[in-house]
């Protein structure tokens, strides 16, 4: 049986974060971590067949964060703005677009006159239900599944309105050479405080009283401590008991568990493709050579709507995204069916032919988070019952039992990694007392 003042089950920002704080108080610290590697929903895959370091999961910094530039400027890693046009591709033209959202001013409005949450599909009845307003419920709806990864009958329209009321949207940056620096520079100083770090050590088995707790993994290795932070995916938290990675508690906790199922959480597959050539900054085919070598991002009703190049690094590397209850559906496909359902996308929205844009790819990669067995979906969204249920979840139970993770960072920043490394800060603060 191995001895710690604290185990923090999970590797991901939250849990290095909170380990990190709390090594660096002196406090004996114990990592346990499902996968071989640490960052979790973080993982940058620095390829030589990619044009550039490529994100397989989170990506963007969504503004000034002070979590997250601040622990950028603490570890010397830069970050640059990122840069480009919107285009929109509809009924075979392509358009510049100023917005992610159309109508921003009047939805705004319209937010502001609810007295009380309602989901964002009830929003849009009661307000846009007019034929006129057709391409303004589709853009509104693409956008809260496509950014939010939400399904937008669970979605919460307070949410929506405070995350649009922010005025934040388009202060966008990307950490230089990817976000695995910044998990590396917090792994290193967690193993320089004396923290350990035990990774491909699935919990399956948390035995709990007041003051104690002893944690059984898949390789029935025991680690024993005198309190215990959990810090994984959602996904996990809403797994159904028969689940193989899902955690086990002894005594149960019916009514953190009850509350953890009332919070939404997203799918999301997002896949990415380098071309040998960037096609796209060519005068296009069929589309009065309208030229897209400026294009940041790209919206279209295809099968997969959503991508986006790497601008301002110049960089043949195209991502494809897809979100919400449509990435849902397709879960359950391996990953060459994914990927010829982007090529497809892709061939529908250039039309260029299938076969061409597979002899210039020279690399892809699928990373289907909703199929992950560590994870199980992509990020938190508001529901209308998730502030109540975040102060259900994030009371410590006996002083011993802690949670933490981006899903329960009680504001606008749930989904993110500096919602992920502010609930680290919390829970520590929870912890020490």
């Not at 529908?348 to 892809?364: G, R």
Request: hydrophobic share 40%.
């Amino acid at each position: 049986m191995q001895e710690a003042d604290i185990i923090v089950v999970g590797a991901g920002a939250c849990g290095l974060m909170a380990a990190r704080m709390l090594s660096k108080a002196g406090k004996r610290v114990a990592i346990l971590e499902a996968r071989d590697r640490t960052g979790g929903r973080i993982h940058t895959v620095d390829n030589h067949t990619f044009s550039t370091p490529t994100e397989s999961g989170a990506e963007f910094i969504h503004g000034e964060l002070p979590v997250t530039i601040g622990l950028l400027k603490e570890a010397g890693i830069k970050y640059h703005a990122i840069e480009g046009e919107l285009w929109r591709h509809d009924a075979g033209s392509f358009m510049q677009e100023e917005n992610f959202v159309e109508g921003r001013e009047l939805l705004i409005l319209r937010l502001q006159e609810l007295k009380e949450d309602t989901t964002v599909a009830a929003f849009l009845d009661q307000f846009f239900s007019d034929e006129k307003f057709a391409s303004l419920r589709n853009s509104v709806k693409g956008y809260v599944e496509g950014y939010d990864a939400a399904d937008t009958t669970k979605a919460s329209a307070f949410a929506f309105r405070d995350e649009w009321s922010a005025d934040e949207i388009s202060e966008q940056f990307r950490p230089n050479g990817g976000y695995h620096h910044l998990v590396q520079f917090m792994e290193n100083d967690c193993r320089q405080s004396g923290c350990a770090i035990h990774l491909s050590s699935v919990v399956k088995e948390i035995r709990w009283q007041p003051g104690q707790v002893v944690v059984f993994t898949d390789k029935h290795t025991g680690y024993s401590a005198k309190k215990i932070i959990i810090s994984v995916p959602l996904g996990i938290m809403q797994a159904t008991p028969l689940f193989e990675n899902a955690l086990c508690f002894h005594p149960a906790i019916p009514e953190k568990i009850k509350a953890f199922q009332l919070l939404g959480f997203g799918a999301v597959i997002k896949i990415l493709l380098n071309f040998r050539e960037a096609f796209w900054k060519d005068g296009l085919r069929g589309h009065d050579g309208k030229n897209l070598k400026s294009m940041g991002w790209l919206f279209s009703a295809a099968e997969i709507p959503t991508w986006w190049t790497q601008l301002p690094d110049k960089s043949s590397l195209l991502t494809g995204w897809l979100a919400g209850p449509r990435a849902l559906k397709m879960k359950d496909l391996n990953d060459e069916q994914i990927l010829d359902k982007t090529l497809r996308s892709l061939s529908e929205i250039f039309e260029m032919s299938v076969e061409e844009l597979s002899n210039n790819l020279s690399d892809w990669r699928v990373n289907n988070w909703t199929a992950d067995p560590f994870t199980l979906g992509a990020y938190a969204y508001s529901t209308l019952e998730t502030h109540e249920a975040i102060k259900i979840v994030t009371e410590p139970v006996g002083d011993t039992l802690f949670f933490a993770g981006e899903a329960l960072h009680d504001g606008a920043r749930m989904g993110t990694v500096e919602g992920a490394l502010a609930s680290g800060q919390l829970v520590v603060k929870q912890v020490l007392g």
